[in-house]
């Protein structure tokens, strides 16, 4: 069974951090690409951020510099610290995973439940 379980979610005021943390497990970990994509309403879904099998990094340029995505192979979990948090950022995050190469929120090949993130002004 393959499972992508988020946490690390919550609420924060501007300027704050979270850490987001997925834990993967039923499928090759070390194969996939990984990565978090979020969606608000009324937003369309954003890529944020990925991290491939050699460790090549992508970043949405609207968390540059504020984000940083890693991965721990034994732990079979990828985070996403996220610093200056602003309310634009408020959004459901949701950890994915894909075995060729994640380049939008679509067409991948599997994804969490989301955990929330609200950033009040």
């Known amino acids: 069974e393959v499972q992508l379980v988020e946490s690390g979610g919550g609420s924060v005021q501007a300027g704050g951090s979270l850490r987001l943390s997925c834990t993967a497990s039923?499928?090759?970990?070390?194969?996939?690409?990984m990565g978090w994509y979020r969606q608000a309403p009324g937003n369309e879904c954003e890529l944020v951020s990925t991290?491939?099998?050699?460790?090549?990094?992508y970043y949405a340029d609207s968390v540059k510099g504020r984000f940083a995505i890693s991965q721990d192979n034994a732990k079979n979990t990828v985070y996403l610290q996220m610093n200056s948090l602003s309310p634009e950022d408020t959004a459901v995050y949701y950890c994915?995973?894909?075995?060729?190469?994640?380049?939008?929120?679509?067409?991948?090949?599997?994804w969490g439940k989301g955990t929330l993130v609200t950033i009040s002004s």
């Open positions: 994915a995973a894909d075995s060729t190469e994640i380049i939008s929120c679509y067409g991948l090949d599997y």
């Open positions: 039923g499928f090759t970990f070390d194969d996939f690409d």
């Open positions: 991290i491939s099998s050699d460790g090549s990094t």
